[in-house]
């Protein structure tokens, strides 16, 4: 017993010593999960096209895997018109801006969506031609089309699309009524051809501006964006532009002045959306997405002057299982006089990326959230680069966890950012860690091996000979 006596505390002075190797061991072994931030490089500039000064901005992003994607925009062309426009990524490097099919048409590019690689889908509205557009690229060639269909109505524009990996799209927008006012529009694509713009109307017959569309494969797509009375939600069935099955989401503040702006869903009833709270800086400004604000705002407002988002919140709000949650605030960066979240991105149900633009000390600044599991942080701001004198972001798009694009304008034009995957968590494993320690009561060293997972500690030289030399039936220490 003498032996038990003398030995008991080095063994168990080794066994504590185990214990903390086994913790860093396993630690190093497994991982919790995987933060959903992203890790946003600095905005770089994306070269306006040729002859083609920077007066220009990317309004919407599409990504099939991590650094490959496709922005759209508009570039002025320095009198009077605008002309839609488009930049690549590949493997993260952005070509310079280019007119979409050379000038074929003026107008704004608002939309793009991607079903694989340079296949896309871009929509907006054409400046020239009172009538919205779709327009699928493939690998280099456009086929234009100028939609129509909406008799009694004035200058439709589709604000976002949303396509399926089978190549079908459907896009959501807003048009304005000869008799009610503003109206929600939506058209699809389908077997290589653009259907008639469709106008949605609310059961009440109340007009519904629609900003953003998600669609998931197999399914039908939801749409978002506000009417007079706040948030809107609206779905459709598989193949249809028919919205319907509104449904009114009540901001954090209860304020009729708030709008959904943008939506992700990463399966048939699981989605998440953002939006804003409060007015843009001119009247009806709150019924506008927030991409086009400071320039519908121009005619009243100094563009050099005005920050769209000063005293702006945000919020978001997620369906899981085919029912929409309370929405929750986005809560801004504490140095922030107010944030306006514009585009949302999701890589599963509750992981989302938020991007918009926050106000700092009069200065307008890129901002982005993370929603992960459900749970949103506070934003972050993106680093201002010394060539830009303020940053607006637009839009975003994620394939996977942390692997996302965002792009926008700054004071030298259109700017993006991109940031790469983040590491995935390691499967937790069965791991031996061999410790070697030298035990004070007789200098001999002891070789302790740790099996990981289990946290089982065996010694295998000196205890197990001790325990032999001693009892057939060693005894259980008390």
């Not at 488009?86 to 793009?112: H, N």
């Not at 702006?261 to 990463?266: A, D, R």
Request: aromatic share 8%; net charge negative; charged share 10%.
């Amino acid at each position: 017993m003498r032996f038990f006596e003398s030995k008991w505390p080095a063994f168990l002075s080794v066994m504590i010593l185990a214990t903390s190797t086994l913790s860093v061991a396993t630690a190093s072994a497994t991982s919790t999960a995987t933060p959903n931030a992203p890790a946003f490089t600095p905005a770089v500039t994306v070269a306006p096209p040729a002859n083609f000064d920077n007066y220009n901005q990317l309004t919407s992003v599409s990504c099939w895997s991590p650094g490959n994607c496709m922005a759209v925009g508009w570039q002025y062309d320095g009198e009077s018109l605008e002309y839609p426009s488009y930049a690549i990524e590949t493997s993260g490097q952005w070509s310079a801006s280019q007119i979409i099919d050379s000038s074929s048409f003026s107008g704004l590019a608002l939309g793009v969506s991607c079903w694989a690689a340079n296949q896309c889908a871009v929509v907006g509205g054409g400046a020239g031609t009172t009538t919205a557009f779709g327009i699928i690229y493939n690998a280099g060639s456009w086929t234009n089309t100028l939609l129509s269909g909406l008799s009694g109505y004035s200058s439709p524009s589709l604000q976002s699309v949303s396509c399926r990996s089978d190549g079908s799209c459907v896009a959501v927008g807003l048009a304005t009524s000869l008799t009610s006012g503003g109206n929600g529009i939506a058209a699809t694509f389908s077997q290589g051809s653009w259907s008639a713009l469709t106008p949605t109307s609310l059961p009440d017959g109340d007009g519904a501006y629609l900003y953003g569309v998600s669609c998931v494969n197999d399914a039908g797509c939801t749409a978002v964006g506000g009417y007079e009375l706040g948030p809107l939600v609206m779905t459709a069935s598989l193949g249809s532009a028919e919205f319907s099955n509104a449904q009114a989401v009540t901001d954090p503040t209860n304020n009729p002045v708030a709008r959904l702006l943008s939506v992700s869903c990463t399966a048939d009833g699981d989605c998440t959306a953002i939006g804003s709270v409060g007015t843009y800086g001119c009247n009806g400004a709150q019924l506008l997405g927030a991409a086009t604000i400071k320039f519908a705002c121009a005619a009243t407002l100094h563009s050099n002057n005005f920050d769209f988002v000063n005293n702006i919140t945000g919020f978001a709000v997620d369906e899981s299982t085919g029912v929409w949650k309370s929405s929750v605030p986005i809560t801004q960066n504490a140095a922030a006089s107010g944030s306006g979240p514009t585009s949302v991105s999701c890589t599963s149900p509750g992981n989302c990326v938020e991007v918009g633009t926050t106000l700092v000390n009069n200065v307008d600044l890129g901002a982005f959230a993370t929603e992960t599991d459900g749970v949103w942080n506070t934003e972050s701001l993106l680093v201002l680069p010394s060539s830009e004198n303020y940053l607006y972001l637009n839009a975003v798009s994620c394939t996977q966890v942390g692997a996302c694009t965002a792009v926008g304008w700054g004071s030298s034009g259109s700017i993006a950012t991109s940031s790469p995957p983040n590491a995935s968590p390691t499967t937790p494993t069965t791991t031996a860690v061999v410790v070697t320690a030298t035990l004070a009561a007789t200098g001999n060293n002891e070789t302790l091996l740790l099996l990981g997972s289990l946290g089982l500690i065996l010694a295998s030289t000196s205890l197990l000979a001790w325990k032999r030399s001693r009892s057939p039936k060693p005894r259980v220490a008390r």
